[in-house]
């Protein structure tokens, strides 16, 4: 497993593509890895943007807490373009604030370890 400063400094990647939020910063695979999609294709965070406090950040949508439910209604959304229902965007944007308040990205980082996915 890469360590923090490896993942800071950019060292690791895994193939996904740079963050929008920080374009030197390589994506991760998000807090549940890498959730097959019904299309064929994966998703690792399915990003959204939110106000906090006024200003507008970009998190993840799959966060811990969220239920199978939840997870099947952003696995149709990243396949069809569907929206997301208004109870994933809620406990996105609690974990972003949870994080931030604690100094963290909203986005998963090394090295946590995988959420368990709901069953």
Known sequence: MPTPKQ???G????????????PDQPKAEGFYGRVPLPN????????VSQDINGKNVEMPSLVPGLTKEEIESIKTSASTGS????????????????????????FWGIPEAYTPMPK
């Open 7 to 9: 993942y800071a400094e």
């Open 83 to 106: 929206p997301l229902p208004q109870s994933v965007y809620n406990k996105s944007r609690e974990h972003a604030v949870m994080r931030t308040n604690n100094n963290q990205s909203p």
């Open 40 to 47: 064929g294709g994966f998703a690792t965070e399915y990003s």
């Open 11 to 22: 060292l690791v990647n895994f193939g996904l593509g740079a963050r929008f939020d920080n």
